[in-house]
């Protein structure tokens, strides 16, 4: 994927993040069958849009190649933060998607959203990302822009427990 701005691309599948980069991990437990649910908003962009993340993509659904810009903030302070996507399951234990920066983007790096169900049958939502800053507002940001990207995470692991919560 030519346009990607950062090495280690699908590296948030397995959850191994490549050393000498920031690093994300949050995961929230959903309710008992939530996983059907789940998986479709985050793959729909769904989860995103409830989160109050601007999306603009070229596909209704998370899959390899889809291309999305991801808008944070309000009016005209919202920052565009091209992506590409580069890997997406939809499967019976798992459901969701990585993506990785295009040049645009605030920072470098791949984040992934995704749904797992357990033998257990407990349900789980894990945003997972490793980054570098790319351009000077993230650099000047510094532990503030770290302490977004954490916030950022909880924020989404909240919103799709509120929308499993209740129906469509």
Avoid: K, N
Avoid at 46 to 75: N, S
Avoid at 91 to 102: K, N, S
Avoid at 114 to 136: L, N
Wanted: aromatic content about 10%; some cysteine; hydrophobic content about 45%.
């Amino acid at each position: 994927m030519p346009d990607l701005t950062y090495p280690h691309v699908g590296a948030t599948r397995a959850g191994d993040l490549p050393a000498g980069w920031r690093h994300v991990r949050h995961r929230v437990r959903l309710p008992d069958g939530a996983f059907e649910a789940a998986g479709q908003a985050v793959l729909t962009w769904r989860l995103h849009r409830a989160a109050g993340i601007g999306i603009d993509a070229t596909a209704d659904r998370a899959a390899p190649g889809v291309r999305v810009v991801a808008r944070l903030g309000v009016g005209p302070l919202r920052l565009p933060a091209p992506c590409q996507v580069v890997w997406a399951v939809d499967d019976a234990t798992g459901a969701g998607f990585g993506y990785g920066t295009l040049p645009g983007h605030p920072a470098r790096g791949e984040e992934a959203f995704v749904v797992t169900r357990e033998p257990s049958g407990e349900v789980w939502f894990e945003v997972r990302a490793f980054s570098r800053p790319d351009r000077w507002m993230m650099r000047a940001a510094g532990p503030a822009g770290r302490a977004f990207q954490r916030a950022y995470a909880w924020w989404l692991g909240r919103t799709l427990r509120r929308l499993c919560a209740r129906p469509r």
